[in-house]
T-cell receptor, first 114, second 111 residues
Framework: DTGVSQDPRHKITKRGQNVTFRCDPISEHNRLYWYRQTLGQGPEFLTY????????KSRLLSDRFSAERPKGSFSTLEIQRTEQGDSAMYLCASSLVGLQETQYFGPGTRLLVL | ELKVEQNPLFLSMQEGKNYTIYCNYS?????LYWYRQDPGKSLESLFVLLSNGAVKQEGRLMASLDTKARLSTLHITAAVHDLSATYFCAVEDVSNYQLIWGAGTKLIIKP
């Protein structure tokens, strides 16, 4: 399968714990995005990378959130000191820069903070 | 600040009927996307629209873009149950290339 993959698919954690999610984009794609989606809402942009450079970060992203894409391939999203309000689906997407650029989404990681 | 509004947010319709979902956005943009999402699943790309008057069709779905009116439509022809899903439009913010998403239209098609 050459689509975007995410791991884990589900994560249950206790408030205050740290969690880390991984995203593997489509191999030739140079842009990688992280979104958060809550029930009944559209995706909310968190951050994106072009190759290994983090080019944009949402104002909504608190200091507890950090993302990396160390070699311009896979990416990780870490949430420190999780809060119940962090419970959501975390979606990763990748794209290839170009006129018809389209973001292709992974299956998501569903986070539940107890 | 770019804002995207979809309507309706919920639509229940009978198989065989036609209907249109609307997506309005507040500032100039070069790209508009339509995505489909099934319950508990991720987002599937349907269309990317790049220019005024662009029209794309795939099966029973047709999307169009009027950049002057800042309006896109997703038209469903002779709906079938398999098209039941939530449909999102997303508009590219030209200042930072972020996608700004509508709230989604939940479409239920009854046999």
């Amino acid at each position: 399968d050459t689509g975007v993959s995410q791991d884990p698919r589900h994560k249950i954690t206790k408030r205050g714990q740290n969690v880390t999610f991984r995203c593997d984009p489509i191999s030739e794609h140079n842009r990688l995005y992280w979104y958060r989606q809550t029930l009944g809402q559209g995706p909310e942009f968190l951050t994106y990378f072009q190759n290994e450079a983090q080019l944009e970060k949402s104002r909504l992203l608190s200091d507890r959130f950090s993302a990396e894409r160390p070699k311009g391939s896979f990416s990780t999203l870490e949430i420190q000191r999780t809060e119940q309000g962090d419970s959501a689906m975390y979606l990763c997407a990748s794209s290839l820069v170009g006129l018809q650029e389209t973001q292709y989404f992974g299956p998501g990681t569903r986070l539940l903070v107890l | 600040e770019l804002k995207v509004e979809q309507n309706p947010l919920f639509l229940s319709m009978q198989e065989g009927k036609n209907y249109t979902i609307y997506c309005n956005y507040s500032t100039t943009s070069d790209r508009l996307y339509w995505y489909r999402q099934d319950p508990g699943k991720s987002l599937e790309s349907l269309f990317v629209l790049l220019s005024n008057g662009a029209v794309k069709q795939e099966g029973r779905l047709m999307a169009s873009l009027d950049t002057k009116a800042r309006l896109s439509t997703l038209h469903i022809t002779a709906a079938v149950h398999d098209l039941s899903a939530t449909y999102f439009c997303a508009v590219e913010d030209v200042s930072n290339y972020q996608l700004i998403w509508g709230a989604g239209t939940k479409l239920i098609i009854k046999p």
